[in-house]
C-alpha cells in the first residue's frame, strides 16, 4: 500500500487527473468547484501542459472540443448552471464521439441556487444532459478516494468509448478533506487514436472532426452507431455496490455519494432497533445499475426507498429498474440541507409499521374465508 495523502476533494480530481495524463484544462470559476480550476491553474503550468480560464462556460466547452478533438487528454469543470451553459458543447462533443471528462460538483438549484451540497442535477446528467439521442456515463464518487479512482476510470472510458464521461459530485465531497492513496491502476487497452485531427501523420487524408449530418439517412445511421457503443457500454461499465444484502432486508435503501455514506451510518442504527436494511449503492448513475434490483428483488420484505439530495429524482429509475416487483418509497431533501440519519431511520420505521398494519389489515379480512379474500 502506497503512502496517504490529506487532500480536498476538488484539489484530489485535479491531480487524479494530471496523473491520468490530462495534457489541458479548460474552465471558469464557480463554487462549490472552484479549488478544482484553481489547483489546476497552479500546477498544469509547472508540467508543460496548458491551464486556460476561458471567459465563459460556453468558450470552455467549445475549447475541449478542440482539444479533444486533436487527441490530447482534456478536462473541464463546473457546477450546475456552469453545466447548464456548457450543455451544447457537450451534445457536440458527443456526436463527434470526442473523448473528455467534465466535472459537476453541484450546487442547490434551480436558478442560481446555493453553493451547499446537492444532488439535483441527476435528470440533467442522466436523461442526455443536452439536445438529441445520446448518453454520457456518470460516475457517482461517495469518498474522495473514489473521486480520484473514477477520475481515472473516466479518462479511461472515455478513451475506450469515444464519449464525454462525467463526475457528479455534490459540494460537501468537493470540499471535504480525506486521505487519498494514488495507486498505480490496471491498465486497460486504449486504441491509439487514429481518428485525431491532429495533422496527416503520414495518412493521404486529413482527418475531420464532424457533428453534423444533413441526409437524414446518414444521421439515423450515425445515431445508432452511437446508441451500439451505449448499448456496449451499459453491459461492460456498469458499476454498484450492494451493502447489506446478503441476508433478507426489511427495507433496501439506494442512495449515492454523500447520501449513501449517511445511510451506511442509518443501517448500523437500524439494528439496535431490530430492523435489517441493505443498500444498494449506483456507483454509475448512468448506466443506472438495473442487475442490482433483479439480485435483491427477493431479498426486501417492504421494498426500496430512494434516499436523496432532490425532491426525487433518482426514484424514477428506482421505479423502472424494480418495474412493479415491489414497493418503492422516496425520502429526500432539497435546496442544500442534508438529510441526518435519526430523520431517515424515522421514515423508514414509519414504511415499515404502515406495511405490517396493511399486512394484519389483508390477514384479518382473509382468514373468514375466499370470499372475504376475493374482496381484497
Not at 451506511?264 to 443498500?279: F, Q, R, T, Y
Not at 421494498?303 to 424494480?322: A, R
Request: hydrophobic share 35%; charged share 25%; aromatic share 8%.
Amino acid at each position: 500500500m502506497g503512502e496517504k495523502v490529506l487532500i480536498k476533494g476538488n484539489e484530489a480530481i485535479g491531480e487524479a487527473a494530471i496523473r491520468a495524463n490530462c495534457q489541458c484544462f479548460f474552465g471558469y470559476p464557480i463554487t462549490p468547484q472552484t479549488e478544482l480550476a484553481a489547483y489546476m491553474s497552479k500546477m498544469m503550468p509547472k508540467l508543460g501542459r496548458t491551464f486556460l480560464q476561458a471567459e465563459s462556460e460556453i468558450s470552455a466547452i467549445n475549447m475541449v472540443y478542440g482539444a479533444a478533438g486533436s487527441g490530447v487528454r482534456v478536462l473541464t469543470s463546473s457546477s450546475s448552471p456552469g453545466i447548464s451553459l456548457k450543455s451544447e458543447g457537450i451534445s457536440y462533443i458527443a456526436g463527434a464521439e470526442l473523448p473528455c471528462v467534465i466535472v459537476n460538483i453541484v450546487r442547490g438549484g434551480p436558478g442560481l441556487g446555493g453553493i451547499q451540497p446537492a444532488q439535483s442535477d441527476y435528470f440533467q446528467a442522466t436523461k442526455g444532459g443536452a439536445h438529441g439521442d445520446f448518453h454520457m456515463p456518470v460516475y457517482a464518487p461517495a469518498s474522495v478516494q473514489e473521486m480520484v479512482d473514477l477520475v481515472q476510470e473516466a479518462f479511461d472510458v472515455a478513451d475506450i468509448y469515444r464519449t464525454p464521461c462525467m463526475i457528479m459530485g455534490d459540494g460537501m465531497l468537493g470540499q471535504m478533506m480525506e486521505p487519498v492513496e494514488f495507486k498505480e491502476r490496471n491498465k486497460r487497452e486504449i486504441k491509439n487514436k487514429d481518428w485525431a485531427a491532429n495533422g496527416l501523420k503520414g495518412r493521404k487524408k486529413h482527418n475531420v472532426i464532424n457533428s453534423l449530418y444533413l441526409d437524414p439517412e446518414e444521421l439515423e445511421r450515425h445515431n445508432l452507431k452511437l446508441e451500439a457503443k451505449f448499448n456496449e457500454i451499459r453491459e461492460k461499465e456498469t458499476k454498484y455496490e450492494l451493502y447489506n444484502c446478503e441476508k433478507e432486508c426489511d427495507l433496501i435503501m439506494v442512495a449515492y455519494g454523500t447520501v449513501s455514506r449517511i445511510c451506511k451510518n442509518v443501517i448500523e442504527m437500524a439494528k439496535k432497533n431490530g430492523i435489517n436494511l441493505g443498500l444498494i449503492r449506483p456507483i454509475t448513475l448512468w448506466p443506472f445499475p438495473e442487475e442490482a434490483f433483479d439480485k435483491t428483488i427477493n431479498k426486501t420484505k417492504f421494498g426500496y426507498i430512494s434516499v436523496e439530495m432532490s425532491l426525487g429524482q433518482m426514484v424514477e429509475d428506482v421505479k423502472l429498474s424494480v418495474n412493479g416487483r415491489n414497493k418503492v418509497y422516496f425520502y429526500g431533501r432539497t435546496g442544500g440541507m442534508v438529510p441526518s440519519p435519526v430523520e431517515i431511520l424515522n421514515k423508514i420505521k414509519e414504511i415499515i409499521e404502515l406495511n405490517k398494519k396493511d399486512s394484519n389489515k389483508i390477514h384479518n379480512l382473509t382468514k373468514g374465508g375466499e370470499n372475504n379474500g376475493s374482496c381484497i
